[in-house]
């Protein structure tokens, strides 16, 4: 059964740093496209990056909201995607959602809060 696990949601000061790590679990992990979403209560789910693998070349694209501020990355060796959020602000306060998608399915984690408040 395929499972996205995320981690390093919390509470952090406007102006801070957060690294989020998902890990999946039972797919071919490196012909998948690896996304982050984030949900906040009363709004549509919104982008934030994806990132996929062609070859030995990862292209990463972003929402013009986080771009210049947070950065995606991926290790195929450990079947997991990061999100490495810089400058945090107020409005990036959400629910941070992994997916994974490719012509064989797609997949979502659980979610992990990201609260930034001073």
């Known amino acids: 059964q395929v499972q996205l696990v995320e981690s390093g949601g919390g509470l952090v000061q406007p102006g801070g740093s957060l690294r989020l790590s998902c890990t999946a679990s039972?797919?071919?992990?490196?012909?998948?496209?690896m996304g982050w979403y984030r949900q906040v209560p009363g709004k549509q789910r919104e982008l934030v990056a994806t990132?996929?693998?062609?070859?030995?070349?990862?292209?990463?694209n972003y929402a013009d909201s986080v771009k210049g501020r947070f950065t995606i990355s991926r290790d195929n060796a450990k079947n997991t995607v990061y999100l490495q959020m810089n400058s945090l602000k107020p409005e990036d306060t959400a629910v941070y959602v992994c997916?994974?998608?490719?012509?064989?399915?797609?997949?979502w984690g659980q979610g992990t809060q990201v609260t930034v408040s001073s």
């Open positions: 997916n994974a998608r490719s012509t064989m399915g797609e997949f």
């Open positions: 039972d797919i071919i992990f490196s012909i998948y496209t």
């Open positions: 990132i996929t693998t062609s070859g030995s070349t990862n292209y990463a």
